[in-house]
């Protein structure tokens, strides 16, 4: 896998960025100003999507993806996910975590599918019918995709805009691939981490549903979770600011032991 990386460089410390399903890197931009304040940033097209291509011989895993990306990230950074980047960033730091600082997830399930012990997460019926509408329809499929992140949080058209805008550089053919790893239960993953971790979730997100900042903290002592007031499943882009205060705040405890 030929992993395509975007650095914003400074004397900061680390912070490896990993975007959503269906986007790139380029999701970010609104955001790095007000993150590249506090950080040296680095921005990982996941593989498949964005610059990161994928030949259709390539084995295409969880195991796969996180090995490809474990030679990206730095020693001493810290690991942010959105979404589907925040399943693969647990899944990395479980690999990393003798090397690196701290996790940080925005609107991520680690178990995005239900489970009988995980009602709140997207129905199996629900996942399998998005599947399938994505292998025949996947253009329309997408764009009902970007509409879904974005109802019932501010800055709904801006943000819309935004989605639209990524989404047209993705190809169609690597979605189906990467949508599969959203299948994984990564719970376990999360829970037995030695290093803290923190999780924002958003008030009016319809993907990832708010009531995960309660059951989250409760898998280890070493996460922490935060609600984003009014937000949708893109709250770095409509709370920039704080939620980037919030981090160099994270950020300050692991650095003062007091996380």
Same mark, same amino acid.
């Given at each position: 896998?030929n992993i395509?990386?975007k650095?914003?460089?400074?004397? +900061?410390?680390?912070?490896?960025?990993m975007h959503?399903?269906?986007?790139?890197?380029?999701?970010w931009?609104?955001?790095?100003? @007000?993150?590249? %304040?506090?950080?040296?940033?680095?921005c990982?097209?996941?593989?498949?999507?964005?610059?990161?291509?994928?030949?259709?011989s390539?084995?295409?895993?969880?195991?796969?993806? #996180?090995?490809?990306l474990?030679?990206?990230?730095?020693?001493? =950074?810290?690991? &942010?996910?959105?979404?589907?980047?925040?399943?693969?960033?647990?899944?990395?730091? %479980?690999?990393l975590?003798?090397?690196? +600082?701290?996790l940080?997830?925005?609107a991520?399930?680690?178990?995005f599918?239900?489970?009988?012990?995980?009602p709140?997460?997207m129905?199996?019926?629900?996942?399998s019918t998005?599947e399938?509408?994505?292998?025949l329809?996947?253009?329309?499929? &997408?764009?009902?995709?970007?509409? &879904?992140?974005?109802?019932?949080?501010s800055q709904?058209?801006?943000?819309?805009?935004?989605?639209?805008?990524?989404?047209?550089?993705?190809q169609?053919s690597?979605l189906?691939a990467?949508?599969?790893?959203?299948?994984?239960d990564l719970? %376990? =993953?999360?829970a037995?981490?030695?290093?803290?971790?923190?999780?924002f979730?958003?008030?009016?997100? &319809?993907?990832?549903?708010?009531q995960?900042?309660?059951?989250?903290?409760a898998?280890?002592?070493?996460?922490?979770?935060?609600?984003? +007031?009014g937000?949708?499943?893109?709250? @770095? #882009?409509?709370?920039?600011?704080w939620?980037?205060g919030?981090?160099?705040?994270?950020s300050?405890r692991?650095?003062?032991?007091?996380?």
């Amino acid at each position: 896998m030929n992993i395509h990386i975007k650095r914003i460089q400074s004397a +900061k410390p680390d912070l490896v960025l990993m975007h959503g399903w269906g986007t790139s890197s380029d999701i970010w931009r609104p955001w790095l100003p @007000f993150l590249s %304040e506090h950080y040296s940033i680095i921005c990982i097209d996941l593989p498949g999507l964005g610059l990161s291509k994928v030949d259709d011989s390539e084995n295409y895993s969880l195991q796969s993806v #996180v090995s490809a990306l474990a030679d990206k990230v730095p020693n001493n =950074s810290i690991l &942010l996910g959105w979404s589907l980047g925040g399943l693969l960033a647990i899944a990395l730091a %479980e690999k990393l975590q003798q090397r690196i +600082k701290g996790l940080i997830t925005i609107a991520c399930n680690p178990c995005f599918v239900q489970r009988d012990d995980w009602p709140d997460a997207m129905s199996r019926a629900d996942f399998s019918t998005f599947e399938a509408n994505m292998a025949l329809h996947p253009t329309k499929t &997408l764009s009902r995709f970007f509409m &879904l992140q974005v109802q019932g949080g501010s800055q709904q058209k801006e943000i819309l805009k935004h989605l639209r805008a990524v989404g047209e550089n993705v190809q169609h053919s690597q979605l189906c691939a990467s949508l599969h790893l959203l299948k994984h239960d990564l719970r %376990e =993953s999360l829970a037995q981490l030695s290093v803290p971790s923190l999780h924002f979730y958003a008030e009016m997100d &319809l993907l990832v549903p708010r009531q995960l900042q309660l059951l989250i903290p409760a898998l280890a002592t070493n996460i922490t979770s935060l609600e984003v +007031k009014g937000a949708g499943h893109l709250p @770095f #882009v409509s709370d920039s600011q704080w939620l980037a205060g919030q981090i160099a705040e994270f950020s300050r405890r692991i650095d003062t032991g007091s996380s």
